[in-house]
């Protein structure tokens, strides 16, 4: 298979990503374990809205436009806890020798208080851009055990705030986003009772980071099971993406199921290590000059272990500016939705994929297709004035 690559370039100063691989939906992965039955446990668990924008979809030139709205999954305003609270779950039930099959919180927090003279003891750990560290910090929190939380700098005051105020130690370091996880994962190798709970991957820590990828897959079970009572079906899907986790989930669930939608990955073209990556055929290091408001897509380097699952199954990956993200946070909120920087880059993706010809060409879609933009955060996981 030889994806088509492409690249087109805004500047000499800022290059705009395109790469597309018109075999993508033909490829298999081995179907994800799914966290849905747990999810379902959770106190506060419902599936999040999945609304219809009808102007978009005039503006688009498509059929009909959605939009998954994580502003509000299960209190917080990210879609994080889906992946959070299952490898937390998958790693607590290892350690006490537990079925995660059947494991729920209350199950898991009785385990540890009758095996822990103070289950505080238990910490999980994190490196963060801000949402997934809030997710780590809330299941620490609602298993009655321990947090610590390390942020890179650029990490806005409201994200670093909201993280604290769960109840977790914050250490925040002057270094990448990639230096930041080496640190917290060296920070647990002495501590028997750490567990990292990391949503990137290396050589030598993959199960913790599939897991919190099999957690994602609940986001898109929701979808189809919200445009199915329609009578719908997704024509293209389109996600943000930092290191890939959220795109490899979504990859996953649509390529190993009978829906072949295409899929868009979308991240800052300042921390494009994505659509870098796939243009040059391997896993890509970029260099992060400044930092971007899409803060928890400011990432360096893609997961290794989604790494297959991006290069097989995207059909598309582009990258946008920070002013065509604050656009479509405006314009979304014009329409009555809460989608923060991140969240709103899914239609700042759509929009510069669909208004060029050759690109909507390579999606293959008309005037008929359903389109379905991730909104992973809302305006409080990343307020653009504190930024």
Not at 105 to 129: E, G, I, Q, Y
Not at 161 to 175: K, M, T, Y
Not at 200 to 211: A, F, K, L, M
Request: with cysteine; hydrophobic share 40%.
């Amino acid at each position: 298979m030889t994806p088509r690559l492409t690249m087109y370039f805004m500047s000499s100063t800022q290059a705009a990503h395109w790469y597309a691989n018109p075999s993508a939906r033909a490829w298999r992965p081995t179907p994800p374990g799914s966290a849905l039955q747990f999810h379902r446990t959770i106190a506060g668990y419902t599936p999040t809205q999945l609304t219809e924008l009808p102007s978009l979809a005039h503006e688009l030139s498509v059929g009909r436009v959605f939009l998954k709205d994580e502003s509000n999954r299960m209190g917080l305003p990210a879609f994080k806890i889906l992946g959070a609270s299952w490898a937390t779950c998958r790693a607590v039930s290892r350690w006490l020798d537990l079925d995660p099959r059947s494991a729920t919180l209350p199950v898991l927090a009785d385990s540890l208080a009758k095996v822990l003279t103070n289950p505080h003891d238990v910490t999980l750990v994190t490196a963060t851009d801000g949402n997934h560290g809030r997710a780590v910090a809330r299941m620490a929190s609602l298993l009655g055990v321990s947090a610590r939380i390390y942020i890179p700098e650029g990490v806005s005051k409201s994200a670093a705030d909201a993280i604290v105020e769960e109840g977790a130690e914050l250490i925040s370091l002057d270094s990448s986003y990639d230096e930041v996880v080496a640190f917290a994962s060296e920070s647990t190798k002495s501590r028997p009772l750490d567990f990292l709970v990391q949503d990137t991957s290396w050589e030598g820590y993959v199960d913790v980071p599939q897991w919190i990828i099999d957690g994602y897959t609940t986001l898109f079970a929701e979808v189809d099971e919200s445009l199915g009572t329609l009578g719908l079906t997704p024509d293209l899907v389109a996600c943000p993406v930092g290191v890939g986790s959220l795109a490899q989930a979504m990859v996953d669930h649509y390529r190993s199921g009978v829906t072949r939608p295409r899929l868009l990955s979308v991240e800052p073209v300042t921390a494009a290590c994505v659509a870098t990556s796939l243009l040059a055929g391997e896993i890509t290091s970029v260099e992060i000059e400044s930092p971007t408001i899409m803060a928890g897509l400011n990432c360096g380097t893609p997961s290794t272990i989604g790494w297959p699952s991006l290069l097989n199954g995207l059909d598309a990956a582009i990258s946008v500016t920070d002013q065509e993200s604050r656009t479509a946070v405006a314009d979304l909120a014009a329409l009555g939705q809460d989608a923060g920087p991140c969240g709103a880059a899914s239609l700042a993706g759509v929009r510069a994929a669909l208004t060029d010809p050759a690109r909507r060409a390579a999606l293959d879609l008309d005037t008929t297709s359903v389109i379905v933009l991730v909104s992973t955060e809302g305006l409080a996981a990343n307020p653009l004035d504190n930024r």
